[in-house]
């Protein structure tokens, strides 16, 4: 079956940086567009970043508040997925989640509308604290 774990978080000053990971089974991910969520204390699941399948040449969409700081990637052979985090600040402070849909024969670039995302992972804790 379809299964996501995320690693990598972690509590990091306010500048620095973190990769998480997102280690995937139970699918080709080739053929699934690949999602990261955060949601901080008090507040609702957001979407952070996004990549598409292949069909939709792997575009990706970013959230305003990342944009220029944040960087999703995939590793297709290695079934994982990446969210390269730099600059942090005090309030990207959330569980990480990771998230997945079948997207094999989409052409359109992947959204950050939760309901389009049927499978997710557990999270990983960031804290970015001085």
């Known amino acids: 079956q379809v299964q996501l774990v995320e690693s990598g978080g972690g509590l990091v000053q306010p500048g620095g940086s973190l990769r998480l990971s997102c280690t995937t089974s139970?699918?080709?991910?080739?053929?699934?567009?690949i999602a990261w969520f955060r949601q901080a204390p008090g507040k609702e699941r957001e979407g952070v970043s996004c990549?598409?399948?292949?069909?939709?040449?792997?575009?990706?969409t970013y959230a305003d508040s990342v944009k220029g700081r944040f960087t999703i990637s995939r590793d297709n052979a290695g079934n994982t997925a990446y969210l390269q985090m730099n600059n942090l600040k005090p309030e990207d402070t959330a569980v990480y989640f990771c998230?997945?849909?079948?997207?094999?024969?989409?052409?359109?670039?992947?959204?950050?509308?939760?309901?389009?995302?049927?499978?997710w992972g557990q999270g990983t804790q960031v804290t970015v604290s001085a």
């Open positions: 990549i598409s399948s292949s069909r939709a040449d792997y575009g990706t």
């Open positions: 139970g699918f080709t991910l080739n053929y699934y567009a």
């Open positions: 998230a997945t849909y079948f997207a094999r024969f989409s052409p359109e670039v992947c959204s950050l509308s939760m309901r389009q995302y049927p499978y």
